[in-house]
């Protein structure tokens, strides 16, 4: 069964630092994609990031970059040059393509903290 | 601008009573989904639907119905409300099996 799974609950980070947040994930799916939100404490889940299993670079936007590893089944989120707003939840997210549904299955996300 | 919009931010409810969550996107899009988050749980699939009166049981269905009358709307009913439904639940939506969800802010529900 399709799992994601994020080891980390909470992180502390330094402002102006760089900071990785692990997400392992579990398909059987030759093609699937996956996505890192944000959630600040408003609630509201904010898409930063995609990456296709299928992708031959990592993605980047902004500050934000998807350290993939497809052999290792890992998709780790960094956030480089932390800023405090940056301070939220995130979750991992996967989807599988074949299973055209378009739903996404979630891990149990971490909580960062930034320091100033 | 993009909008998934949730009738209710903060609800509280008793034991039993009927609860309904709304949902309205303005994107045209294709798929609802309700999921409900707890802490150390993440965000979990409740109900989905990918057109208009179609809808399919996601892996907490019980003690959850849905709605979906319109393309813009889905509806999340609990019938019954219990205190273990208490949680934060979140509308999203998205194109069929292209690109992110988009999720509304939240609707946190107290069940007393």
């Known amino acids: 069964a399709q799992k994601i799974t994020q080891t980390q609950p909470g992180m502390f980070v330094q402002e102006k630092e760089a900071v990785t947040l692990d997400c392992t994930y579990d398909t059987s799916d030759p093609s699937y994609g996956l996505f890192w939100y944000k959630q600040p404490s408003s609630g509201e889940m904010i898409f930063l990031i995609y990456q296709g299993s299928y992708d031959q670079q990592n993605a980047t936007e902004g500050r934000y970059s998807l350290n993939f590893q497809k052999a290792r089944k890992s998709a780790n989120l960094v956030i480089s040059a932390s800023q405090l707003g940056d301070s939220a939840m995130y979750f991992c997210?996967?989807?599988?393509?074949?299973?055209?549904?378009?739903?996404?299955?979630f891990g149990q996300g971490t909580t960062l903290q930034v320091k100033p | 601008d993009v909008k998934v919009t949730q009738s209710s931010r903060y609800l509280v409810k008793r034991t039993g009573e009927k609860v309904f969550l709304e949902c309205v996107q303005d994107m045209d899009h294709e798929n609802m989904f309700w999921y409900r988050q707890d802490p150390g749980l993440g965000l979990r699939l409740i109900y989905f639907s990918y057109d208009v009166k179609m809808k399919e049981k996601g892996d907490i269905p019980e003690g959850y119905s849905v709605s979906r009358e319109k393309k813009e709307r889905f509806s999340l009913i609990l019938e019954s409300a219990s205190t273990n439904q208490t949680s934060m639940y979140l509308c999203g939506s998205g194109r069929v099996n292209t690109g992110e969800l988009f999720f509304g802010e939240g609707s946190r529900l107290t069940v007393l």
């Open positions: 997210a996967m989807r599988e393509v074949t299973s055209n549904t378009g739903k996404l299955i």
